[in-house]
């Protein structure tokens, strides 16, 4: 019997002793197990069953974990929202690509008091085992988790993507999106919606990034998305909110959450989306690419806390001309 086997991980090349398990691999990595998801020729290798999974000569896996990529805060009094089933107060989403290392990211993530952060899923670097997680710095015992499919063009690439994510996670809650083409990053809504009705059947709940189309978030919330996610402008962009009046159209014919998602440049942007009725604003860039990302992420947190609260007040009306704040009557 051959004392050794031929396997392929994360598209290298590697040898492992005849016998062994994937769990035994994945020490032998210097991992744990614990901490990664695996899946096997195509298959997803349930975590419960990694001590038990023997390795084949010529298996070819993939070991993946959470990376940053794309505080409980104080909300407006009761003003809480909820996805899913699951309640939230702070109505700012962010992401966790881009910062200078994870302290950074876990300071800017505090000072924005966001509840959720978006993850995104990639292979482990079986070379450098060791080197820091964003698990170890942003935990996800206090912060839910929402894992995301950036860089996905297809709904394949996408469904695959996420079923990973689950096993390595346990999340069900999980945000969407399939591009289109690199340039712009606009979504593929065919592939979306294809991927959205997979998943949904699956179980999973996905928070679907769209274009800003009343009709296609419809279709999507038809296809069991548990929240529409239109852009503001290009992903990245900073351009702040370009499409008022079709997020507002969404916004008035949604049952389920809306959130702005890319586009937001800077806080003035956040409070538009928020002044508009949406749920919440998703943003990563802004931050992290800010001078100072932990004083931007302040500002952030405030803006959709401003934003809402005048939302919640009712704004005055618009007229054509002048309307004096002190009567005109009784001048001398």
């Known amino acids: 019997m051959a004392e050794h086997i031929a396997i392929t991980v994360n598209g290298e090349s590697r040898r492992a002793p005849a016998g062994s398990s994937i769990a035994d691999l994945a020490r032998l990595l210097e991992l744990d197990p614990a901490k990664v998801a ?8 349930p975590r419960s069953t990694l001590e038990t999974v023997g390795l084949g000569d010529g298996d070819v896996l993939e070991i993946v974990h959470f990376v940053g990529g794309g505080d409980l805060g104080a909300g407006l009094g009761d003003d809480s929202w909820t996805v899913a089933g699951r309640t939230f107060r702070s109505r700012l ?12 990211n876990a300071a800017a993530l505090e000072a924005s008091g966001a509840e ?5 899923v990639r292979r482990v670097n079986i070379s450098d085992p060791k080197a820091p997680m964003l698990t170890d710095f942003i935990d996800p015992k206090r912060i839910t988790y929402l894992p995301n499919t950036a860089g996905c063009f297809t709904a394949e690439d996408a469904i ?4 990973l994510a689950r096993e390595a996670g346990g999340w069900d809650l999980i945000k969407l999106e399939v591009l289109g083409e690199a340039k712009t990053l606009y979504p593929d809504m065919r592939e979306t919606l294809k991927a959205t009705e997979v998943l949904a059947k ?3 709940l996905p928070m679907v ?3 800003d189309d009343p009709i296609a978030a419809k279709q999507l919330e038809s296809a069991g998305a548990v929240a529409v996610m239109p852009l503001g402008a290009p992903i990245g962009s900073g351009l702040g909110i370009q ?6 159209l969404i916004v008035e014919g949604a049952n389920v959450p809306v959130l702005v ?3 937001v440049g800077t806080a003035s942007d956040a409070a538009v989306a928020m002044e508009l009725g949406c749920d919440g604003v998703l943003m990563n860039t802004a931050i992290a690419e800010a001078k100072d990302p932990v004083l931007m992420a302040r500002a952030m947190k405030l803006s959709v806390e401003a934003g809402r609260a005048a939302y919640r007040a009712g704004r005055m009306g618009t007229r054509k001309y002048a309307d004096p704040s002190s009567p005109l009557a009784g001048l001398i």
């Open 202 to 204: 699956e179980g999973f």
């Open 116 to 120: 959720i952060v978006t993850v995104a």
């Open 243 to 248: 499409n008022r009046v079709t997020i507002r």
């Open 38 to 45: 695996v899946e096997r020729n195509g298959d997803i290798v």
């Open 160 to 163: 695959r993507t996420l079923r």
């Open 93 to 104: 989403i962010v992401g966790t690509g881009k910062y200078r290392d994870f302290a950074q």
């Open 209 to 211: 990034y769209c274009v």
């Open 261 to 263: 998602d890319a586009g």
